[in-house]
């Protein structure tokens, strides 16, 4: 292997940007470490114009970066344009049949398209990696396909989203709702002005859907995830959980069993005692439970120019360097496809929180319900006195299905002295 490494950059936004500093920045140093210089010789944006914290004048510019992908003077291709259309797949393929390495920071790309452009990147012998894609500056794709390799997975789970993440912590630590603390979020600059991809768990379940293909040797399969985001968590909610020795997260949780693998993004209930109950902020972490290793906890930002450009910059030091892995760990020729679990199926201890009024018999037909789908409750905690308005009732369930909570839950819904809709938090035994 000889002479530098030549990178092209499609998508110049703040991990572009990001990307730019930190080759120039420590350029001699990865040059050592991986045997040779990995320079930028292109880049490209929609906007030649914008105004960036990067100069650009040094650099190739193409308008087109499907062009750039397939110019000879290009070794590897860097994809921050994301989406999971349109140019970003374009941009991947065309460097993937000119021969060109991909390194993307795109989950959604990858969490929906990634099977076929691992098969794609491992016939034309080029390399796709994506370590920027999940948790951002958390190396858990290499510590999943390296440090790990020896070991047979029965469960990944993390939290995969720092806005999710930021909005349960603020929520916590200032007693305040949901949708005060979004917006307070989107004015630090910590959510976007649309939020949905994260607040309501998508972002969450791309980053779960690739951990899942990876861990479990499946095919990706982003639509057999099943998602819910926090949007109806509320401060309430949150300081029961407190005091029942619970905190609230934002969970991907992967399982592989014998018959199919269950993929569920939800936020759920940790035990206090659990490290991941005290990962807060805009902070990401993963945990892998191997069968030899045990349970590893990885910890990072998840997010944001530095950490994401970390990740990618690690990427092409292991191209620079001639190291080529497997996209998903295995050929992707041998990937299975595995039937997704249905997510009714799981069986899990659940947290239900109505507000009733308070009558003599509110309760007894509660627990009415409960009994008829099957369901044993653990605590029940009512406080307060008031005839007149609303009062908090809060129960705990001991193991059951989601399915057969659903269905207490629509029967609940349905007595007259139940004056909300029920909310229901799971709790994770981890
Ligand atoms: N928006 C994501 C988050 C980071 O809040 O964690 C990029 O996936």
New binding site residues.
Partial sequence: MSGALRVGVAGLGTVGAGVLRLLDTHGAMIAARAGRPVVVAAVSARDRNKKRPVDLSGYRWFDDPIAMAADPEIDAVLELIGGCEGVAKDVAEAAIAAGRHVVTAN?ALLAVHGAGLARAAESAGVTLAYEAAVA?GIPIIKTLREGLAANSFSRVYGI?????NYILTSMRDTGRDFAEVLEEAQRLGYA?ADPS??VDGV?AAH?LAILTALAFGCEVDFDGVYIEGIREISALDIAYADELGYRIKLLGIATQGEDGVEQRVYPCMVPQGTPIAHVDG?F?AVVAEGDFVGRVLVEGQ??GAGPTASAAVADLIDIARGIALPTFAIPAAELRRRPALAAERHVGSQYIRLMVRDRPGVIADVSAALRDCDISVEALLQRGRSPDEAVPVVITTHETTSAAMDEALSRIAGLKAVLEPPRRIRIEAL
């Fill in positions: 989950k951002g995969l989203n720092g806005t999710c976007e991809f994260d972002d980053k805009v990401n998840g997010a």
